[in-house]
C-alpha cells in the first residue's frame, strides 16, 4: 500500500527565507508524485509534479521538488518565501498516475513579514 | 477552458437527511474522482468514475454513492447523515493522458 508522511504540520518561515517543505513516500512501484496547494476556502492546485522523466521537477510560482528515491523523498522547495506562499501543502503518490492519490496530511506554511 | 465547478458551494443538513453534491469535470475530461477533506483524517478517496463507470472506490460505508452521466457531470450522494459526514467534499476532474488531477472548489457540508 502506498502511503505518504508530511514532516511537520506547520512551518513558519520569514519573508524571502528558503522554503522547505519534506516529504516521504511509500510504494511497491515507482511512484508518480504531486505537490498541491490549497489556500483558504478553496480546492487543490496543482503545483508540480514527477512522473520519472527528471528528478528535478519545476513548477509554477517558483517552486520545485527532487525525487530522491534512495531517500524515498520528494520535498518541496522555494528559494525566496513571498507573503502570497501562506497556504496548507499536500504531498500525494499514485501508483500510475491515473489511480487515486493518496495525500499526505499537510503542513501550513506562514510567512512573516 | 472553465475549471471544475461544484455546486451547492455550502450546504447545511440535519442528521439523518440525505445530501446530493453535484460536479462537473473540465471540457473532455471524462474522469471524475470524489476526496472528503476533514481536519482528523485529512483527504481521502471516496470513488472514481471513468465514462460513467465507478473504477475504483475508497474505504467508505454504503451510505456514499455515487454515479457519472453522459455527459461527465457526475453526483455524489449521502444518505442517513451523520455528524461525522461533515467535511469539505473535493471534485477532481482527470487529464488521463498527462495524469493530472485538477479539483474543483469543494462543497462545504455541515451536518447539524
Known amino acids: 500500500a502506498q502511503s505518504v508522511t508530511q514532516l511537520g504540520s506547520h512551518v513558519s518561515v520569514s519573508e524571502g527565507a528558503l522554503v522547505l517543505l519534506r516529504c516521504n513516500y511509500s510504494?511497491?512501484?515507482?511512484?508518480?508524485l504531486f505537490w498541491y496547494v490549497q489556500y483558504p476556502n478553496q480546492g487543490l492546485q496543482l503545483l508540480l509534479k514527477?512522473?520519472?522523466?527528471?528528478?528535478l521537477v519545476k513548477g509554477i510560482n517558483g517552486f520545485e521538488a527532487e525525487f530522491k528515491k534512495s531517500e524515498t523523498s520528494f520535498h518541496l522547495t522555494k528559494p525566496s518565501a513571498h507573503m502570497s506562499d501562506a497556504a496548507e501543502y499536500f504531498c500525494?503518490?499514485?501508483?500510475?498516475?491515473?489511480?487515486?492519490?493518496?495525500f499526505g496530511k499537510g503542513t501550513r506554511l506562514s510567512v512573516i513579514a | 477552458k472553465a475549471g471544475v465547478t461544484q455546486t451547492p458551494r455550502y450546504l447545511i443538513k440535519t442528521r439523518g437527511q440525505q445530501v446530493t453534491l453535484s460536479c462537473s469535470p473540465i471540457?473532455?475530461?471524462?474522469?471524475v474522482s470524489w476526496y472528503q477533506q476533514t481536519p482528523g483524517q485529512g483527504l481521502q478517496f471516496l470513488f472514481e468514475?471513468?465514462?460513467?463507470?465507478?473504477?475504483n472506490k475508497g474505504n467508505f460505508p454504503g451510505r456514499f454513492s455515487g454515479r457519472q452521466f453522459s455527459n461527465s457531470r457526475s453526483e455524489m450522494n449521502v444518505s442517513t447523515l451523520e455528524l461525522g459526514d461533515s467535511a469539505l467534499y473535493l471534485c477532481?476532474?482527470?487529464?488521463?493522458?498527462?495524469?493530472?488531477?485538477?479539483f474543483g472548489p469543494g462543497t462545504r457540508l455541515t451536518v447539524t
Open positions: 468514475y471513468f465514462s460513467e463507470t465507478q473504477r
Open positions: 500525494a503518490v499514485s501508483d500510475s498516475g491515473n489511480t487515486p492519490l493518496v
Open positions: 514527477y512522473t520519472s522523466a527528471a528528478t
Open positions: 477532481a476532474s482527470r487529464d488521463r493522458a498527462i495524469q493530472e488531477q485538477y
Open positions: 510504494s511497491s512501484v515507482p511512484p508518480y
Open positions: 471540457s473532455g475530461h471524462r474522469s
